[in-house]
């Protein structure tokens, strides 16, 4: 009899579980004799919350739906009136308390939830009304008129605040002209007063010259200067003094280094050419080994003109008139061009010189065989 009570009573509590997961949302209490036994069997520990999560295989966040099936599927696994090979009283009473603990928690959000949407739809409700009719630009609170007026305050505060800042930069401008004029002042003082003290020396040297008697032998003595040029765009004073220092040889350094690097660079061209002209058309072995030194020497010449060229383009005034250095290559391909060039006029020419004497010679023979009939007939 002892054993039968004890089944009877594992069986109704069985099926009063089973009748209480089919319950969608009342929860009716077990009677405490049923549980009392349970506990009695069951000899585990209270565990976290998150475990009872990770027994039903549930994420925190998840909805009561969600919680009722995933007890169910249990149920149906670990129930021990299932008839599934898995079934096991132990399992299924730690997955009973585990729904009740998290279907609890769960309903405990949802009332937490429901509290602060009801806290901010009152909140909401204070708002203030009629905003579709304040268009100044979120400034001010209170009645519209109100809000007008503190708009308008507002708009005078940020136009004098800008007028501020309109004075202040343009003071700080006129304070950075006065600084740029006072210093283009100072450099022009400066330049006046060089240029005064070049006139006073200029004009000192040309009276001790005067005394010493330097322009006594000049030949336009005491004729009037010739007017060299009808420009009306050029000084006409600067310009005869120019004219007159050229003519008695007096140049710009840049000038007559100009002046040289043309000549030598000419010089240079004449000289290879005039060389390969002399080695002719056959090359021997020895005329190439002579060609070479040639080659040689004039790349030496070309680096040395290169450098009076960089220093050409360091004291002319003139970007325009800077000049570029002479590739040796290029002025040896040129100069064998031109070489050849040359032999095939000359060549041509001695042909021409050729036909033209045996023509002459043809007609010579004619006219004394004719002047020898003549003499014959006679």
């Known amino acids: 009899m002892t054993m039968l009570h004890v089944l009877l009573r594992r069986e109704i509590q069985c099926h009063a579980w089973a009748y209480l997961t089919l319950i969608p949302k009342k929860e009716k209490t077990v009677p405490s004799y049923c549980l009392c036994g349970h506990r009695k069997l069951s000899n585990h520990t ?65 009332k937490l939830n429901e509290k602060e949407e009801e806290e901010e739809d009152k909140f909401k409700s204070l708002a203030p009304q009629h905003r579709q009719y304040l268009s100044f630009e979120g400034i001010g609170f209170g009645t519209p008129s109100q809000r007008e007026r503190q ?10 605040e800008q007028v501020m800042e309109y004075r202040k930069q343009k003071m700080e401008g006129q304070l950075a002209t006065s600084s740029a004029m006072l210093a283009k002042d100072v450099r022009q003082s400066k330049k006046v007063k060089i240029t005064q003290a070049i006139e006073r020396l200029v004009e000192d040297l040309i009276q001790e010259s005067m005394a010493k008697g330097d322009f006594d032998n ?13 420009c009306p ?7 005869n003094l120019n004219r007159i220092l050229i003519d008695n040889g007096y140049q710009p350094e840049w000038i007559l280094m100009q002046k040289e690097i043309r000549e030598t660079i000419e010089k240079l061209r004449k000289d290879l050419i005039a060389s390969r002209n002399k080695l002719g058309d056959q090359m021997t072995p020895y005329k190439i080994n002579l060609w070479n030194e040639i080659c040689e020497q004039f790349i030496e010449n070309i680096k040395k003109l290169n450098k009076r060229i960089n220093d050409f383009n360091l ?5 325009s008139r800077q000049m570029v250095h002479f590739n ?24 021409t010189k050729q036909a033209g004497h045996e023509c002459g010679r043809e007609s010579d023979l004619k006219t004394s065989f004719l002047k020898w009939m003549n003499l014959i007939l006679k």
């Open 151 to 160: 708009y308008m305050q507002f708009r005078v505060d940020q136009a004098s």
């Open 46 to 110: 209270p565990k976290n919350i998150k475990d009872f999560y990770r027994l039903l295989k549930l994420q925190e966040g998840c909805s009561l739906d969600d919680v009722r099936n995933s007890y169910r599927d249990l149920a149906k696994k670990y129930h021990p009136d299932s008839g599934s090979f898995t079934a096991d009283s132990a399992t299924f009473v730690q997955i009973e308390e585990a729904y009740r603990v998290v279907l609890n928690d769960v309903a405990e959000k949802m």
């Open 218 to 230: 000049l030949s336009g003595k005491g004729k009037p200067l010739q007017k060299f040029s009808d």
């Open 328 to 351: 040796a290559n290029k002025e040896i391909a040129r100069a064998q061009e031109l070489s050849e060039t040359q032999r095939e006029k000359a060549k041509a020419a001695e042909n």
């Open 315 to 319: 004291i002319v005034p003139i970007l």
């Open 233 to 239: 765009h050029i000084d006409p004073m600067t310009h």
